[in-house]
């Protein structure tokens, strides 16, 4: 009798969303690699796994997490950003830029920073779904010019940035969280409402899925890349908030060579290059696993190049699964 129950009970749970999209294939394959990862370092290393360790890793995640959520947003309609960090690190510049130099309150610094980082966020949108120019040479270019504004308007220095708000989100804690790690959690909360329930997510998939019969059914293609890039650049701000409030300064330079990391773990969270399938919670434990491995490698000690090269293995592993992932499907 309680085996005929149990038996229902997963038959259930295997229909259920949260199981399909989240607890099986890609998903759950990184799960048990995350699983694993940690049980080599904590072998590896006794400050592993720790609460003060863990708690380092969901600092850094919080940062690259909130942008990997954006990104999901439009690597799930076979797009790219790789302006991501140079739109967190202008937010950077921008912050003290209107607080310092020009006497504008917080509030209304952080507002103009969030607007400013739309308008990057329109501007690739335009010229990849409008003029239909590559993502990947799109956000490379963008990517320069923002960089370079960085540095034009910070006149390639260092700014120091102290805020009793700012250092309350990016060192002070609630219920005895990090501030750093709600904000990315709301961050995914609130796209995975956006994704799941609403008109715009079903638009996203059926646009990533087929470009071509989503615009037969009578869905925008154009407007809603424009509306997903504008989302990734909004991330992007949010975690360039978060790296000034976290390092109490504007680096103009913050991100620099960091932009595969992203990449990679939305890869390794299940979604596909050619768009259309994939999760948040996928990306969520992408962005774990990359920081995991850079956390456990950094305390056992191992030099900063043999990182690089680990992280390049990484990515290689993501493409590899993404590439086996298409060829599964076409066998289908």
């Given at each position: ?248 300064a504007a680096v103009p ?50 030099q900063s190049y043999y ?26």
């Amino acid at each position: 009798m309680a085996s005929n129950s149990m038996t229902r009970i997963w038959g259930k749970l295997k229909n259920t969303t949260f199981f399909r999209e989240t607890l099986s294939g890609a998903t759950l394959s990184i799960l048990v690699a995350l699983v694993g990862i940690c049980i080599v370092f904590s072998i590896a290393s006794k400050y592993f796994f720790t609460f003060g360790n863990f708690e380092s890793i969901g600092l850094y995640a919080s940062i690259i997490g909130v942008m990997g959520a954006g990104a999901t947003i439009v690597m799930l309609m076979a797009g790219l950003d790789l302006s991501q960090h140079a739109v967190a690190a202008l937010t950077t510049v921008l912050t003290t830029t209107f607080t310092i130099g020009m006497g504008i309150p917080l509030g209304w610094s952080l507002l103009l920073v969030m607007l400013c980082s739309l308008v990057c966020g329109l501007f690739n949108g335009v010229l990849i779904a409008v003029f239909r120019m590559p993502p990947m040479i799109a956000t490379m270019g963008s990517q320069y010019i923002i960089r370079s504004l960085c540095y034009v308007l910070s006149d390639a220095k260092t700014i120091l940035f102290k805020d009793e708000t700012l250092e309350f989100i990016g060192r002070g804690s609630s219920l005895g969280i990090p501030n750093s790690i709600l904000i990315m959690a709301v961050v995914f909360f609130v796209l995975s409402y956006v994704l799941n329930k609403t008109i715009f997510g079903r638009k996203v998939y059926a646009v990533g899925s087929n470009e071509r019969a989503s615009f037969l059914s009578g869905i925008s293609p154009v407007k809603t890349k424009l509306i997903a890039y504008m989302i990734s650049a909004l991330c992007s701000a949010i975690a360039g908030v978060i790296t000034v409030s976290q390092v109490g300064a504007a680096v103009p330079s913050s991100g620099t060579g960091s932009e595969m990391e992203i990449i990679a773990s939305v890869f390794l969270g299940g979604v596909t290059a050619t768009g259309g399938k994939g999760s948040l919670f996928g990306t969520f434990l992408g962005i774990i696993v990359i920081c995991a491995i850079n956390n456990g490698l950094t305390l056992m000690g191992v030099q900063s190049y043999y990182q690089s090269m680990m992280r390049g293995v990484v990515i290689l592993i993501a493409v590899f699964m993404d590439t086996l992932r298409m060829n599964r499907a076409r066998r289908i």
